[in-house]
Nanobody, 119 residues
């Protein structure tokens, strides 16, 4: 089970820190990632972390993904937010250690936390 929190409404240029707590049979030590889905658009990969971190070009330099294995928690720090960052943000985990950018390759998903960025 994955549960996200930390979403909200902010103005452009603001920051948010998303959290995702993993419980039950967890794969926090494996690949975990963040995806987002804007209204009317497909779910897209934002960032992932295994032995290294990777970011979509759209958020690179503005976001940091990290995890605390002891707390079973995944984070996404987002700075300099833009209106195009608006969407539902989902935490996802794979059963495998290596990451992927394709949503279908992730095995577990949270319910999402909404981020709204106004101009």
């Amino acid at each position: 089970q994955l549960e996200e929190s930390g979403g909200g409404s902010v103005q452009a240029g603001g920051s948010l820190r998303l959290s995702c707590v993993a419980s039950g049979k967890t794969y926090i030590s494996h690949c975990m990632g963040w995806f987002r889905q804007a209204p009317g658009k497909e779910r897209e990969w934002v960032a992932s972390i295994d032995d290294r971190t990777n970011y979509a070009d759209s958020v690179k330099g503005r976001s940091t993904i990290s995890k605390d294995n002891a707390k079973n928690t995944l984070y996404l720090q987002m700075n300099s937010l833009k209106p195009e960052d608006t969407g539902m943000y989902y935490c996802a985990a794979r059963k495998f250690r290596n990451c992927a950018v394709v949503a279908d390759l992730y095995n577990y998903w949270g319910q999402g936390t909404r981020v709204t960025v106004s101009s």
